[in-house]
């Protein structure tokens, strides 16, 4: 079983609406959740943290985390065609090291 | 201040040969840690230091691969006998103090290519 489960996608959503990407996990006393953008050939930068349960809002990105049914998502609103990337869902894991990465949704934009 | 340099940006060998990927993290940043990334996944972790030290290596696939970090700043990944199926991108990132809560942050990358 992985550890990080991700839709693959691809997602494509049209330019302005709202893009939903969703996570799930198997180590039930992760402590920390992450979301990494991913451009092509790029290396990943982080968008987003969040650590407890609820939503965490940053401009036009929410983060959302369940801990009790073991799902972390991101949205985001009003998106751009540069928003078109690779959306890495991240977990440390109980042990406090080690980062685990889901394997990516594709999501395109389009204008 | 910079970020995570790698270098080289990419590296083709052959199979059998011995590769050494180096990594230089953001200044003062005492955490560092490898993934490797293959085509289509996501970064899968490798080797964790703090400081000098590995914390924890339990990522590293066989003793084929060993990373140091003698002076607690820049660190090199080393690979022996390569194979084809180590062809990836290495990655590495730099963290403040390390642990649950700290921002990762990543460097370019070195592109493995084992011919």
């Known amino acids: 079983q992985k550890e990080v489960e991700q839709n693959s996608g691809p997602l494509s959503v049209p330019e302005g609406a709202i893009a939903s990407l969703n996570c799930t996990y198997s180590?039930?006393?992760?402590?920390?959740f992450f979301w990494y953008r991913q451009y092509s050939g790029k290396s990943p930068e982080l968008i987003m943290s969040?650590?407890?349960?609820g939503d965490k809002e940053d401009g036009r990105f929410t983060a959302q985390l369940n801990k009790a049914s073991q799902y972390v998502s991101l949205l985001i609103r009003d998106s751009q065609p540069s928003d078109s990337a690779t959306y890495l869902c991240a977990v440390i894991d109980s042990g406090g090291n080690d980062m685990r990465f889901g394997a990516g949704t594709r999501l395109t934009v389009k204008p | 201040g910079a970020g995570v340099s790698q270098t080289p940006s990419n590296k083709v060998t052959e199979k059998g040969k011995y590769v050494e990927l180096r990594c230089d993290p953001i200044?003062?940043?005492?955490?560092l840690y490898w993934y490797r990334q293959s085509l289509g996944q996501g970064p899968e972790f490798l080797i964790y230091f703090q400081g000098t030290g590995a914390a924890d290596d339990s990522g590293l696939p066989n003793d084929r691969f060993f990373a140091v970090r003698p002076e607690g700043s820049v660190s090199t990944l080393k690979i022996q006998r390569t194979e084809r199926g180590d062809s990836a991108v290495y990655l590495c990132?730099?963290?403040?103090?390390?642990?649950?809560?700290?921002?990762?942050?990543f460097g370019p990358g070195t592109r493995l290519t084992v011919l």
């Open positions: 180590d039930r006393g992760s402590q920390s």
């Open positions: 969040i650590y407890s349960n």
């Open positions: 200044s003062g940043h005492t955490a």
């Open positions: 990132a730099s963290s403040l103090i390390g642990g649950y809560s700290d921002t990762q942050y």
